[in-house]
């Protein structure tokens, strides 16, 4: 994590949330059509994950 929390982006591209899980597009791209994984939504063409659901995510998989 940053110690300017408020300079990081709140909605990442899949690339990014993929760079914040540490595992890779393909894998998040799976859970997406397996429908697991984070939350994620569509803009447009592009498919966008809110940095809170993948902390959120993170933690309910933890325990």
């Known amino acids: 994590m940053s110690d300017h929390p408020a300079l990081e982006p709140e909605l990442l591209t899949i690339t990014e949330a993929a760079e914040l899980l540490r595992a890779p597009v393909a894998t998040l791209r799976y859970w997406r059509h397996l429908g697991t ?27």
């Not at 569509?42 to 966008?48: D, E, H, M, T, Y």
């Open 37 to 63: 994984g984070p939350r994620s939504f569509r803009l447009g063409r592009r498919v966008l994950y809110r940095r809170d659901d993948l902390h959120a995510w993170v933690e309910e998989q933890s325990g």
